[in-house]
């Protein structure tokens, strides 16, 4: 168990919903990194967050967003849900503002119909 | 090109067998990750290394920065270390990991 706990687990939508992904670090990391893992794709960077400021951004869409709150929990936003967005989506969390040691969570499947 | 490359893709073992997947990278890291995904589709990350050799029970995994290459080893395989294996360096034009593509290993009983 890593400490990093990810909401939902599953999720099931259709196209043009808008989904909310949720991640809790492990207590006293400040940082939370948004991965995707599609098929097509493999395991790509989305955006990082440290202590509620967004400090880096990968091949996050536009209709993608996300924020990190005051408890340092953070919500990735999907919206107009495209059948190319079922993936995985992951979170991490590290300590510091270098993301070189990075602890994984669960994961959230989502599937888009 | 792909910043990470991985060997190989898949690869097929029976028990006991000493296995090697290797991991080239392009840009300058500063360490990397060995992550392992199992079918279920939970990442753990195995090793963390910038440097030299680390050892974890049976899985050993190796790095060399200046010819950009890492490896991890598995002694004695079994059946449970079926899984994906990824390697993720650290660094790189958005100083963050980046992934390459896995390697699917099945060690048969």
């Known amino acids: 168990d890593s400490g990093v706990t990810q909401t939902p687990k599953h999720l099931i939508t259709a196209t043009g919903q808008r989904v909310t992904l949720r991640c809790s670090p492990r207590?006293?990391?400040?940082?939370v990194y948004w991965y995707q893992q599609s098929l097509d794709q493999g395991l790509q960077f989305l955006i990082q967050?440290?202590?509620?400021?967004?400090?880096a951004k990968g091949n996050i869409l536009e209709r993608f967003s996300a924020q990190q709150f005051p408890d340092l929990h953070s919500e990735l936003n999907l919206s107009s849900l495209e059948l190319g967005d079922s993936a995985l989506y992951f979170c991490?969390?590290?300590?510091?503002?270098?993301?070189?040691?990075?602890?994984f969570g669960p994961g959230t499947r989502l599937l888009v119909l | 090109k792909n910043e990470v490359e991985q060997s190989p893709q898949n690869l097929t073992a029976q028990e006991g067998e000493f296995i090697t997947i290797n991991c080239s990278y392009s840009?300058?890291?500063?360490?990397l990750h060995w992550l392992q995904q199992h079918p279920g589709g939970g990442i753990v990350s195995l090793f963390m290394?910038?440097?030299g050799k680390k050892k974890h029970g049976r899985l050993i995994a190796t790095i060399n920065i200046q010819e950009k290459h890492s490896s991890l080893h598995i002694t004695a395989s079994h059946p449970r270390d079926s899984a994906v294996y990824i390697c993720?360096?650290?660094?790189?034009?958005?100083?963050?990991?980046?992934f390459g593509k896995g390697t699917k290993l099945s060690v048969k009983p």
């Open positions: 991490a969390s590290s300590e510091g503002l270098a993301g070189w040691a990075q602890y």
């Open positions: 207590s006293g990391d400040l940082s």
């Open positions: 967050y440290y202590n509620g400021e967004e400090r």
């Open positions: 840009v300058g890291i500063s360490a």
């Open positions: 290394l910038s440097s």
């Open positions: 993720a360096p650290y660094g790189g034009s958005q100083g963050n990991l980046i």
